[in-house]
């Protein structure tokens, strides 16, 4: 079985690098936003006794208030995962920046994630519809999309 | 001393004597050839048919299928065609990846707008004559998926289809049973008309 890290691993890292403000624990995931997202990405791949090699997966959920975009790494070489979270309040123009450049795993997802909720990930390489073709309206998984359309 | 043979039967040896003479005189000739036996003989061998009924038997006993596998129906397609239910009784075991082989086509699946038009570019390379059976609940109208805003409702949207086999998925019987309609259906076809 997969070992999650603990809370004090994960501060202990952090702290060096990112402001504690700019992060928090939820359970057992950790929650961040937009502007610290890269920064964390970064040190959790590099730490040492961390090394978060491996992304599953990449997925998004829409609340009332914000989008919420979810990572799930994994560490091949010490056999530990760490759920991460990204809010981004801003529900007209969501925007988050893209860990593509660290993670090569993530573009496919993230381009599922900007085709089917709209979510922009900035300096993503490619970052066109992956599911639907060009010019369809509307992003089918938002809550606010209308069903049988 | 002179021996004597008295002939026994006079009778008896004038008549065979008269057969002989009259049997002689009517067979200066050879008997002609009969050729009769060769008319029988043809009548045993060939077969009368129209052209119709020609080109239909070689149609429908030799349906080869281009494989349009888009989702779960696929499974029941595959079991139909191997050994348990066994297609090749009908002269469909061939399934080609090329639609230039292929005659029919099994829409066996869900089909997305994405997909439809690498379908219906495979259609239109198919070489006529042509059939196409649309499989299952997603063929025939989109099934659960029909309000879907990714999902083609029905294969009768890009495809004209000839039978409609309704299942989620159908049984290998069910598919037997439309393959069997689209041969009944091949049958009645002529060549001046296709349907």
């Known amino acids: 079985m997969t070992i999650k890290l603990s809370r004090e691993i994960i ?27 890269v920064k964390i990405c970064e040190v959790l791949k590099s730490a040492p006794g961390i090394e978060l090699d491996y992304l599953s997966s990449v997925t998004a959920v829409d609340y009332p208030d914000y989008f919420e975009v979810v990572y799930l790494f994994y560490s091949i070489k010490h056999n530990h995962s760490l759920t991460l979270k990204v809010r981004c309040p801003d529900k007209q123009q969501p925007d988050i920046p893209s860990i593509t450049p660290l993670y090569n795993g993530a573009n496919y997802q993230e ?14 390489p490619k970052l066109r519809r992956i599911f639907l073709w060009e010019g369809y309206p509307g992003h089918p998984l ?3 999309y209308g069903i049988g359309s | 001393m002179e021996v004597r043979i008295e002939p026994c039967y006079p009778e008896i040896d004038a008549h065979e004597s008269r057969v002989i003479e009259d049997l002689k005189s009517s067979s200066t000739q050879p008997i002609a050839e009969p050729s009769g036996w060769l008319d029988e003989e043809i009548n045993r061998n060939i077969l009368v048919t129209t052209v119709d009924k ?12 281009e494989t349009s596998f888009t989702a ?6 595959i079991s139909t065609s191997s050994s348990r239910f066994d297609i090749a009784r009908f002269g469909m075991e061939v399934l080609r990846s090329s639609p230039r082989h292929s005659d029919l086509i099994v829409t066996a699946g869900t089909l997305t707008w994405k997909m439809a038009p690498q379908i ?17 609940a997603c063929g025939i109208s989109g099934g659960i998926f029909a309000d879907s ?35 009944k259906k091949i049958e009645q076809s002529s060549i001046s008309n296709k349907s």
Request: charged letters at 25%.
């Open chain 2, 72 to 77: 779960c129906c696929t499974f029941e397609f």
């Open chain 1, 142 to 144: 938002r809550k606010d």
């Open chain 2, 120 to 136: 219906k570019r495979v259609y239109d390379q198919m070489a006529e004559p042509k059939w196409v059976i649309a499989m299952g």
């Open chain 2, 54 to 65: 020609l080109l239909n038997w070689g149609r429908k006993t030799s349906l080869w299928t």
């Open chain 1, 11 to 37: 501060n202990h890292s952090l702290h060096e690098h990112v402001s504690s403000t700019d992060y928090s624990f939820e359970s057992e995931a950790v929650v961040t936003d937009s502007a610290s997202l």
């Open chain 1, 111 to 124: 381009r599922e994630i900007y085709d089917l909720f709209g979510i922009s990930f900035v300096s993503h």
């Open chain 2, 149 to 183: 805003y990714s999902v083609v409702p029905g294969y009768n949207r890009i495809l004209p289809v000839d039978v409609y086999i309704p299942g989620c998925p159908p049984r290998p019987e069910a598919l037997l049973a439309g393959i069997e309609k689209l041969r």
